[in-house]
T-cell receptor, first 113, second 113 residues
Framework: AQSVTQPDIHITVSEGASLELRCNYS??????LFWYVQSPGQGLQLLLK??????LVQGIKGFEAEFKRSQSSFNLRKPSVHWSDAAEYFC???????????FGKGTHLIIQP | NAGVMQNPRHLVRRRGQEARLRCSPM?????VYWYRQLPEEGLKFMVY????????ESGMPKERFSAEFPKEGPSILRIQQVVRGDSAAYFC???????????FGQGTRLTVV
């Protein structure tokens, strides 16, 4: 079955520390991969996406993600987090562009001062 | 260029009533997607529409739910005879012709009392 797993429900990081959010997918072909961020009561904002080419993808707000086919992973990283990064982060994939995205359950990021 | 507009932002309905959720895609976008988010869950795909056509409704419940995207006007997600389990946040997204990215609205939070 096609699915996305975000193993960490909550992650707490100190401000200024580095961050890595994990994402693993199960799909029979090369997926289109996305990371979205959701602030409380808001919609989703796209951080970055991978369709093909360079497996290290740069996004907005200083985020990057690396596609590793051998591990079926697309982990999100940021070298130094800011308090404003506190939010819910969703990994998603599809078989074709933005159509019918399959989302993970999300990782809630808490930033400690 | 205004983003994806959803209204109302909050909707309260009594059990058995009808709920109508509206979505105006971004200007120039011809693809619309509806997703449902239950508490502590990721988003679940419901339906994908183009103007006057339902492309993929594999995520729509078989009964009581319907969606349309008419030639003129917003896309409508309609829930008839609502039940408590329909309480959720409903998000609309739109994408341009190349379907390279889905832009999300801020959602409609439906509460069934």
């Amino acid at each position: 079955a096609q699915s996305v797993t975000q193993p960490d429900i909550h992650i707490t990081v100190s401000e200024g520390a580095s961050l890595e959010l994990r994402c693993n997918y199960s799909y029979g072909a090369t997926p289109y991969l996305f990371w979205y961020v959701q602030s409380p009561g808001q919609g989703l904002q796209l951080l970055l996406k991978y369709f093909s080419g360079d497996t290290l993808v740069q996004g907005i707000k200083g985020f990057e993600a690396e596609f590793k086919r051998s591990q079926s992973s697309f982990n999100l990283r940021k070298p130094s987090v800011h308090w404003s990064d506190a939010a819910e982060y969703f990994c998603a994939f599809s078989g074709g562009g933005a159509d019918g995205l399959t989302f993970g359950k999300g990782t809630h990021l808490i930033i400690q001062p | 260029n205004a983003g994806v507009m959803q209204n109302p932002r909050h909707l309260v309905r009594r059990r058995g009533q009808e709920a109508r959720l509206r979505c105006s895609p971004m200007k120039g976008h011809s693809h619309v997607y509806w997703y449902r988010q239950l508490p502590e869950e990721g988003l679940k795909f419901m339906v994908y529409l183009q103007k006057e056509n339902i492309i993929d409704e594999s995520g729509m419940p078989k009964e009581r739910f319907s969606a349309e995207f008419p030639k003129e006007g917003p896309s409508i997600l309609r829930i008839q005879q609502v039940v408590r389990g329909d309480s959720a946040a409903y998000f609309c997204a739109s994408s341009p012709v190349d379907r390279s990215e889905a832009f999300f609205g801020q959602g409609t939070r439906l509460t069934v009392v």
